[in-house]
């Protein structure tokens, strides 16, 4: 239950539990020696120190380190796309590039199975945090078309995921002086997130429409 226990507390929002879960499953994942899981709780601990660019990097890249070469690959690619993130975060782009190369050859190494808690990484993921990436580092050219060309094969059932993903092409179309298009794009996302629990997605729309709102745009 602990898994799914501290991703509910961080998208309800509850930030403070959310880290203590997260501390919690390291400290637990240390007692039982099991490096791929301890990378993992401090991937978790770097996502959410988004608010601190250095910080992030450092414990984002401390959980590659502690996770090692020899995990599955679709561990390894997990800790190095949230390692990318940030360093996106950060504004570092080449280092961007480089955890995303990275996360990309690890995924299509060949080896042991994938845990369950890790067996949802796959080509589409990977490509979604590539366009949030570049979304971030404020590269329009390089994020819209990878997030347009995964996102339009991306199921509305999981509209929690893809309310959230939406907000970062939008920003992107933004960029890209696509005013009208990055509007569109956000009111998908508004009407995707209507029926979700977690506040992430309603936050990135709030975020989002805000910097809108100069060219007249607002959430209906």
């Not at 561990?75 to 955890?99: D, F, H, K, N, Q």
Request: proline share 5%; charged share 25%; hydrophobic share 45%.
């Amino acid at each position: 239950m602990l898994p799914t226990n501290r991703r509910s507390a961080f998208d309800a929002g509850w930030q403070e539990r959310a880290r203590k879960l997260y501390e919690l499953s390291r400290e637990a994942a240390t007692e039982a020696r099991d490096d791929a899981l301890t990378g993992n709780a401090l991937a978790f601990l770097a996502y959410q120190r988004q608010g601190s660019a250095t910080d992030a990097v450092e414990i984002a890249a401390a959980s590659v380190a502690r996770a090692g070469p020899a995990v599955p690959g679709a561990v390894r690619a997990l800790l190095l796309e949230r390692l990318a993130w940030a360093y996106a975060i950060a504004g570092e782009p080449r280092e961007t590039e480089r955890a995303l190369d990275a996360a990309h050859e690890a995924l299509a190494r060949e080896g042991q199975p994938s845990p369950d808690w890790a067996a949802w990484v796959d080509a589409s993921e990977l490509q979604i945090m590539t366009g949030r990436c570049w979304a971030q580092l404020r590269q329009p050219g390089r994020a819209i078309p990878v997030l347009e060309n995964v996102l339009s094969a991306y199921p509305d059932l999981w509209g929690r995921d893809k309310a959230l993903y939406l907000t970062w092409l939008a920003e992107a179309y933004r960029d890209a002086g696509e005013v009208e298009q990055a509007a569109a794009v956000l009111s998908e996302a508004q009407a995707l997130s209507a029926d979700v629990a977690s506040v992430r997605p309603r936050q990135r729309i709030t975020d989002v429409a805000a910097t809108l709102a100069p060219y007249g745009f607002s959430l209906s």
